[in-house]
């Protein structure tokens, strides 16, 4: 308990005080993302006051999460386990990708950033890995990070050959960093939704250590490979995104950008694998999901009828474009997305008391 609560705590700190220090080093080479504007009938909302602001600000939270996931360890005199460098890995991969999507829109001023086949390929290799990788190095008891059962809140009869596994993987990496990155579009949105997504892994994950079959075969013992390690794990990126936070909340002194939402949605769903809480997810990332399926939904709608059913997707862009506050939608989207993980909370928690 303790490592977890001093991740997270390191991670906060580093995120909070080293926020400022790559805001200022931004402003003083003027790396700032170009800002979409209306042109050629297309109407999108009115965010030049946005301009010149820095970007690029995802790398102050995944290095917050890596000096407070490693101190944590090295102060507590603690190793890092697999399922912990995995989940890292996932992290950092995917905001590889992303610094390279917000390298051309900083520093090309492209404000469509790389193309979206090559986003995908980027990520496609980075679940791909991942997902062949979790599936290896069992431990004494022959636990795997990722199991080949689709889980709810715990492992389902429901087990995939270990090719369709590692398709699985891919296609629920895949869909939570492009939620992300589709919600991160107004300030502290997407950031503050993460830390409710984060919070909840921290309590399972501390919960899974004290149910853990390794204990001792108990009434509904649950077995996951080094629970401890993932609410540490989770406790750095909630700790980071909060850190993080008090500079994006509007108005936001600093863009996460694909930087941050691409390796937060991998952290998500490194979380969702290896928690075994992989269908969970449709709450825990509930806004997420709303989020995408608002996208779909207009795509959908136009291409079968030519109609859109939003003004502009994604939803908070809709709203936007019908006068709503910036300030008031991100409110209104965090209680959403606060009573979709409180629910999914509760049907966690529900397992365990059922007589």
Known sequence: MKLVVLSGGLAALFSLLGTPLLISLLRRRGYAQAIRESADGINYPEHTGKRGTPSMGGLAIIIAVLLGYFLSHLIM????????????YLMVALGLVGMADDYLKIFKQRSTGIRARSKLLGQAIAALSFGI?????????????????????????????????????????????????LTDGLDGLATGTAVMSFA?????????????????????????????????????CAGACFGFLWWNASPARIFMRDTGSLSLGGAIAALALMTRTELLLILIGGLFLIITLSVIAQVGSFKLTGKRVLRMAPLHHHFELLGWPEILIV??????????????????YAEWVKQ
């Open 133 to 181: 990788l979790a599936t290896r190095y069992p431990d004494d008891m022959g636990n795997t990070p990722i199991t080949n059962a689709v889980s709810w809140v715990r492992d389902t009869s429901l087990v995939l050959p270990a090719a369709a596994v590692v398709l699985w993987i891919w296609f629920l990496v895949t869909a939570v960093t492009n939620g992300v990155n």
């Open 200 to 236: 909840a892994y921290t309590v399972m994950s501390i919960w899974q250590y004290g149910q853990n079959c390794a204990f001792g075969e108990v009434a509904r013992c649950y077995t996951v490979r080094d629970p401890l390690d993932l609410g540490a794990f989770a406790a750095a």
């Open 331 to 348: 409110t209104r989207f965090w209680i959403i997305q606060g009573l979709l993980v409180a629910t999914a909370m509760a049907i966690f």
């Open 77 to 88: 005199w603690t190793a890092p386990t697999v399922t912990g460098y995995l989940a890292l």
